[in-house]
Each structure stands twice: as C-alpha cells, then as structure tokens.
C-alpha cells in the first residue's frame, strides 16, 4: 500500500513539474519576443511591466531567494544519505526549484527590475492584500530565518553533519517547513500579482509543494518521526 501511495505521489508532482516548465518556456519566450523592441504583443516582458515594489516584482525577488536555500539543502543530503527514495526527492526538488528560480530572475530582467530591491523589506509586497497574507506567512519567532519556512544556518550546519536516517529526517522536516513557507508565499502571489504567467506559475508550485509535502510526511512515517509543529 505504502509503495502505491509513494508512486501516485511521484505521478502528480512529475506532471506539475512538466506542465510547470513547458509553460515557463513559452512565456519567456514570448516576453523575448516583444519586450525589447516595445512591441504589445508580449506578456511577461510587455511593455506595462510591473513596478519594482509590485507583488509579482517582491514574489520574483524573495521566492527566488527561498528556492535557492531548497537547492542548497537538496544538495546537502544527496551527500549524506544513500536512500534512494530521499536522494530522488531532493534531486527533483532542486532542479525544479533551480528551474523556477531561472524564470523568476528572467522576468525581472525581462521587465528592468534589480533582482535586489534596496530598502525593501522580505515579504514586504505580502502587505499589499488584506494583510492576511503577512500574517500567515509569517517566520517562525525567534528563528533569525529570514523568510517563512526557511532554515536557519545553525540549521543548515546540523543537516550537513548529520547522516544516514537523521539526515533523512532532519531534511525531511526542514523541506516540509520550507515547502509550508513557500505555498504561503506562492499563495500570495496567486493572489496579489497582477501577470497571468506569473500568477500561473505561483498556483503550480502551491499544487506541486502540496504534493511534495504529502510524500514527505509518508516518508517521515516510514522513519518513525514526523513533520516539526
């Protein structure tokens, strides 16, 4: 049972992620097209681009940021473990997420803007709703993590020191807390971000980080532990 549920989950992330780069692929490529000669016909890189303090600017800028630590963290424990299951999870985690961290500073370039926004705050362009989003995207207290759901160093340095089973399952929660932060973030922009490919993009990730999440509770069973409160 356990083995059918682990490759049901492995079925529906592979096809977010395929439709995710195929998707991403076309808009740049579509942005290029019209966005340097001023044309109308482009879309992420048209004309009207977004403002350097704009929800879809802040979730490019911050997003980008956070998906870098998930690729720095996969990384870690394909070098600390030999278990199939988890060193597959975080190769398709890091080149996902290195994928998607390509496109977000594409449309930035794309549209003018500095992949760092002087001054700006993390999480910032969250505000710009109801205020619901800041809130529920917030960073867990006392932490010293600088956007929701990422590790701390002190954090980072214990995965790398770990090995076998508890690397297994420190990396497991710390993905699962970094996964929960960035469908908080993901969800905001679903919400707050005015370009449609953008918008589109955000609404993948929360649907494949979902997904991911649920195979890595399965995976923390198997281990005896389970996600952090």
């Known amino acids: 049972?356990?083995?059918?549920?682990?490759?049901?989950?492995?079925?529906?992330?592979?096809?977010?992620?395929?439709?995710?780069?195929?998707?991403?692929?076309?808009?740049?490529?579509?942005?290029?097209?019209?966005?340097?000669?001023?044309?109308?016909?482009?879309?992420?890189?048209?004309?009207?681009?977004?403002?350097?303090?704009?929800?879809?600017?802040?979730?490019?800028?911050?997003?980008?940021?956070?998906?870098?630590?998930?690729?720095?963290?996969?990384f870690i424990v394909r070098d600390r473990t030999q278990d199939e299951e988890v060193r597959r999870l975080a190769y398709d985690i890091a080149n996902t997420q290195a994928n998607q961290r390509g496109m977000l500073l594409g449309w930035l370039d794309l549209w003018g803007l500095p992949k760092v926004h002087p001054g700006a705050e993390p999480m910032a362009w969250m505000a710009h709703g109801d205020g619901g989003h800041a809130a529920h995207g917030a960073q867990r207290p006392g932490t010293g993590a600088v956007m929701p759901g990422m590790a701390t160093r002190a954090e980072l340095d214990r995965l790398a020191t770990a090995g076998g089973k508890q690397a297994e399952v420190l990396f497991l929660q710390l993905m699962t807390d970094h996964h929960k932060g960035g469908v908080a973030m993901a969800e905001g922009c679903a919400d707050l971000c005015t370009v449609p490919e953008e918008k589109a993009l955000a609404q993948g990730m929360v649907d494949a980080q979902q997904s991911e999440m649920d195979l890595m509770a399965d995976l923390l069973r198997k281990r005896g532990a389970a996600p952090r409160a």
Do not use: K, N, Y
């Open 1 to 74: 049972m356990t083995l059918t549920l682990t490759r049901t989950h492995w079925i529906s992330i592979a096809a977010v992620v395929l439709a995710l780069l195929f998707a991403g692929a076309a808009t740049v490529a579509s942005a290029g097209g019209d966005g340097h000669s001023g044309g109308r016909g482009g879309t992420a890189g048209a004309a009207a681009a977004p403002a350097a303090g704009s929800p879809d600017a802040g979730f490019a800028r911050d997003m980008a940021v956070h998906h870098q630590q998930a690729v720095e963290m996969s």
